[in-house]
């Protein structure tokens, strides 16, 4: 680690602190202060800078780039702002994705094998607009700039490498004119006096200042949660979105979708590249296999079950020099760590772990309401990992191809959805009074003035979903358990944020998320009372066919669930040819208050 | 987790200060940026394919820092390896087309009946 020198710290001009989000302004005298080698910047409140345009997306991976994109091309005016960088923030960016894009020869089958793997609550109708909309679009990405592998001359457009795939997204954005504001973490949304999203508000944390856009509309398209465990690229994802949708009004869906855990070798706890371990032999402790295959396939709960009995190793001596081929091209990111760290992964034995994935490559999250990706919430539009992928892939894992179809396919018709709301309001949209929706970790009710320590916060809901005997196996006593720790929480950050900085406040806001998100994912668990693709419940071993809703999610102190009835009928193969619509999924018959929390 | 800037790589473009999606790195007038945030790096690799000096080092270990040596980083050439993969960089040409992922369902799984 590189030392900050004296030169930078005498260099540091002084600076007027405020609160920039609480209630109450506090004004310290010292305002730059050092800790260790690291300068700490107060905030800048006299700069806040002020912006407004038709949409606003927020987000910095793909879903939020085909937002940018598609709502550009409607002919508004649009910024885009990230936490990070648009480009290299997410889950998509940092590795490489197959992409749900079969040829339409072949879109029949493809369509059959996601509709199985959602267990009766996949939607037909949504699998086929994906695919399509997937497959129109990535000639696009071509004609960007992007370079598809070639087979017989003809572009196979079936996977993309990440860091490629968004830097040419990037330039595209910045040759349609969209404003990209990086390293500006959205933390709360601005309500108009009807109840519509009138804009967002956040921090710029290099510049220290915080900053409001006013929009005519929104699309929310920052990630899913994956709760800071390091899963690769996903500590940007962070469930920012499903908080600030809340807050707004809006609902989530499939948040018991929440559970997903990805392998990672123990040294390198971060990649979470699954495709190399297709060829591995796993063994304990004394070196002996552990098996675990069916025909071919693992068993999905034979890890976790071998990882709560003690070490595993994986060794990936399966590997044909043919796999390896491809493997080491395509999943390079794979074997950088062991390159790095001077080893053979073919004939070396790793001890493995799994990272919790929670709704990126599960699918919980904001709950859909039409085509066009609208919310509850008038103006406010969901893509991406940040909206529930339950119509794609039921409780299933989204992971990898078809998350990566939904993000292009949502981000297009959430940006197209919110070009034309911004469209309808006309052009006194930016004078509309607002409000700010946020409250939780940004502003305090509280009379006393205790604040809450961010990280101690983060640490106590990672110590309920991460383990996998919590989370994976779970039971009605242990999420009952866990919720009450959480609730516990969920009242430590009702005190106040620390906001000295830009990153207490950024972190203040992100405590109260998580703690928020783990709420949401543990109460939708705890009333469905089955086992159902990644929902595993050890009470409720079995599926029960009669249990075919969504469970929809939502409120902050009080919580709530009810189900939403799926009314269409079970799909099955021969009663269907392909180009046929199905029911639409929002007609649902009857919705069910279930359960609300105390 | 980020464990170096290179003194004797960096050119100061600061484009790693710019890109980090976790924000671990603070510019410095006139000298290479500083890691000021190594807690929040979350070991994805990325600030490596956008250094266009191979002047970054990101450790494999994920949850614990190690102690990395400049010159024996440089004489093993591992500082660039990232974005050589990719084929980014003044010279090379990118390597997306050299995707088979697709190709990966045609291949045989091991014990399968």
Known sequence: MILLSDHVINNISFLVSHSIFSLSLIISSGNIKTSGNIKIVSIKHETELQLATDVLVIGGGPAAAWAAWAAAAQGVSVIAVDKGFLGTSGAAAASGNGIMAPAPEDWNTALWQRYRAGQTLASLRWIERVIEKTWLSLPMVESWGYRFPKENGESVRRSYYGPEYMRVLRKTLLQVGVQILDQSPALELLLADDGSVAGARGVQRQQHRAYTVRA??????????????????????????????????????????????????????????????GWATYTDEAGNDLGGYINGRRDPSFLPNALLKGPV???????????????????????????????????????????????????????????????????????????????????SSGGGGPNSAWAISTGQWAGEGAAAFAKSLGVHAHERAVRQAGQTGLRSLSPTSTSFDSDAIVRGVQAEIFPLEKNYFRSEQKLVDSLAKLDALWQQVQGHPKQDTVRDVEHSRRAAALTAVARWAYFSALHRRETRSEHIRVDYPETDPNQRYYLATGGLDQLWVRRDWLSEAIASPPQRSAGEGSGCCFEQAQTELVGAST | MIELVSSKRCITCNICVQICPTNVFDAVLDQPPVIARQEDCQTCFICEAYCPADALYVAPESHTTVVVDEDELIDRDIMGEYRCTLGWGYGRKNNSELDTAHKLHQLPRPYET
Not at chain 1, 244 to 262: D, N, P, R, T
Not at chain 1, 334 to 359: C, H, N, S
């Open chain 1, 216 to 277: 005519g509309a929104v699309v929310l398209a920052n990630g899913g949660c994956a709760f800071l465990s390091k899963a690769l690229g996903c500590n940007t994802n962070t469930g920012d979105g499903l908080l600030m949708a809340v807050e707004a009004g809006g609902e989530l869906s499939s948040m018991e979708a929440s559970s997903h855990y990805a392998i990672s070798t123990a040294f390198n706890a971060t990649v979470t590249r699954g495709v190399p371990f």
């Open chain 1, 313 to 395: 190793y994986a060794q990936l001596d399966r590997a044909t020099p043919e796999v390896k081929a491809v493997i080491e091209k395509s999943h390079f990111i794979a074997f950088l760590p062991y390159k790095k760290a001077g080893i053979d992964p073919y004939t070396q034995r790793v001890p493995v772990t799994m990272l919790l994935e929670g709704t990126v490559r599960g699918t919980g999250g904001i709950r859909i309401v039409d085509e066009h990706c609208a919310t509850k919430v008038p103006g406010l539009y969901a893509a991406g990992d940040a909206a529930s992928r339950e119509f794609l892939a039921g409780l």
